[in-house]
C-alpha cells in the first residue's frame, strides 16, 4: 500500500499563490489515479482534481483555469498549483491515490490546511 505526504499547505491572501505537494512511498506508484481532494468545515469532502499515469487530467469546475495537478512518476510525486486563490478555497487539501483508478481502493494522505484570507 502507498503512503502519502502532503505539504506546502499555509495562509495566503486572495488572489495569492499556494503549490501543494505529495510525496508517495511504497505501492507501485504507476498503477494509482492520484488526486487531490478538499473538505470545508461543515461540507463534504469534494474533488479538486485528478490525474491519471497517462496524464489524463480533471478538475472541479470550481477550480478549473486557476488549479494545475501534475505529477512525476521518477519522483513519485503530484503537486496541485494553485492560483488566483479565494476564500472559498480555504480547506483542507487531502492527497489521494486510487489503486487502479479505482475508489474502492483508496489511500488519503494526513491532509495540509489552505486558508486564504485577508
Known amino acids: 500500500q502507498v503512503q502519502l505526504v502532503e505539504s506546502g499547505g499555509g495562509l495566503v491572501q486572495p488572489g495569492g499563490s499556494l503549490r501543494l505537494s505529495c510525496a508517495a512511498s511504497?505501492?507501485?506508484?504507476?498503477?494509482?489515479?492520484m488526486g487531490w481532494y478538499r473538505q470545508a468545515p461543515g461540507k463534504q469532502r469534494e474533488l479538486v482534481a485528478t490525474?491519471?499515469?497517462?496524464?489524463?487530467?480533471n478538475y472541479a469546475d470550481s477550480v478549473k483555469g486557476r488549479f494545475t495537478i501534475a505529477r512525476d512518476n521518477a519522483k513519485h510525486t503530484v503537486d496541485l498549483q494553485m492560483n488566483s486563490l479565494k476564500p472559498e478555497d480555504t480547506a483542507v487539501y487531502y492527497c489521494?491515490?486510487?489503486?487502479?483508478?479505482?475508489?474502492?481502493?483508496?489511500?488519503w494522505g494526513q491532509g495540509t490546511q489552505v486558508t486564504v484570507s485577508s
Open positions: 489521494n491515490a486510487d489503486k487502479f483508478g479505482h475508489s474502492a481502493w483508496r489511500v
Open positions: 511504497g505501492g507501485i506508484f504507476s498503477i494509482y489515479t
Open positions: 490525474i491519471t499515469n497517462g496524464g489524463t487530467t
